[in-house]
């Protein structure tokens, strides 16, 4: 009895150290790796700094949103700026998985004796911790625009962050994931993760949109996190979605794409390396 109590957790066991260690150093790697390079950093947050205040300044008053009683541009842009900055920390850091492929890490990481699980995890993890702080950072811009968020609105903001990070990430790893070429990475990303952010609700209301970007905006998963750091930040405006099922939609989307990220890391086998 004794014995069958010791062989049987035998391939329980390694799989903890098999997943958790690696998916830490993984982590730990893309957080350094990203804090090392300061122009990056620096790029990340000021490009949208930039872009939020020469956009919103320059639509100024003369844009109004229906529910927001005249609210000025630069605060409904807010929201928007800030997703700027998760979607661009998100899908560029992936593109490490493209570097480390060429470098031939990636390859050393495949053949090692660990779960390629731990690969989708550390990676993921790691790109959403740094695209949440850079957000969390931007945050503290709030009262900037009047916005001055309690411990509770604060804490939910951050959740709102995280997962729209961890979404973003796992999506960018997906795309990542069977490319060799940086050029192509950033094609992509001009093709389908701009117009992505564009019909989020970042610039716009999905309330004065013509009826068929109202349907590509209610089917964009983007658009529920706009509308819940919004509906957060200004508690008095009418959104067009509540807080819950904002959430809800965006745990569903980080759910699956999270799990396709797995699905493609553990299909893809027989990759050869660049």
Same mark, same amino acid.
């Given at each position: ?5 010791a ?16 998916? @830490? ?5 893309? #957080? ?6 300061r /122009?990056?950093?620096?790029? +990340? =947050? %000021?490009s949208p700094?930039?872009f939020?205040l020469?956009?919103?300044s320059?639509?100024g ?5 229906g529910?927001?009683?005249?609210q000025?541009?630069?605060?409904y842009?807010?929201?928007g ?8 920390t ?6 490490s998985v493209i570097?480390?492929r ?5 390859l050393?990481?495949?053949?090692a004796?660990v ?13 959403t911790t740094?695209a949440?702080i ?6 503290a811009?709030?009262p900037?625009v009047?916005v001055?968020?309690?411990l509770?609105? @604060?804490?939910?903001a951050?959740?709102? #962050? ?6 973003? /990430?796992?999506l960018?790893? +997906? =795309? %990542?994931w069977?490319m060799?070429?940086?050029q ?7 093709l ?7 019909l989020?609700g970042?610039?716009f209301p999905l309330s004065?949109?013509?009826?068929w970007?109202?349907v590509l905006?209610r089917?964009?998963p983007?658009?529920?996190g706009?509308?819940?750091?919004r509906?957060?930040?200004y508690p ?6 509540s807080?819950?099922s ?5 745990v569903?989307?980080?759910?699956f794409?999270?799990?396709?990220a797995?699905?493609m890391v ?8 660049a």
């Open positions: 009895m004794a014995t069958q109590t062989t049987l957790p035998a391939h329980i066991v390694p799989s903890k150290n098999e997943l958790l260690l690696p998916a @830490f150093t993984l982590w730990q790697r893309e #957080v350094v790796r990203f804090y090392r390079q /122009t990056r950093v620096v790029g +990340v =947050i %000021a700094i930039v939020w020469v956009i919103g320059g639509f008053t003369s844009f109004r949103s529910g927001a009683n005249g000025h541009y630069l605060d842009f807010y929201p700026a800030l997703i700027m900055i998760v979607l661009f998100s899908i560029f850091t992936m593109m570097e480390d060429k470098e031939g890490f990636l050393s990481v495949l053949v004796p779960s390629r699980s731990a690969i989708v995890l550390g990676k993921v993890l790691g790109g740094l949440t850079q957000g969390l950072i931007f945050l811009f709030a900037l009047d001055h968020l309690t509770g609105m @604060f804490l939910m951050a959740l709102t #962050v995280f997962l729209i990070s961890f979404a973003l /990430t796992a960018g790893f +997906v =795309i %990542a069977p060799d070429s940086t192509a990475f950033h094609a992509i990303i001009n389908f993760l701009i117009p992505l952010w564009l989020s970042a610039m004065g949109a013509s009826e970007l109202r905006m089917i964009n983007l658009t529920y706009v509308e819940a750091l509906t957060l930040l008095a405006n009418s959104p067009d979605f807080l819950f904002s959430l809800a939609t965006l569903l989307f980080s759910l794409m999270f799990g396709l797995f699905v553990n299909r893809r086998t027989t990759k050869p390396a």
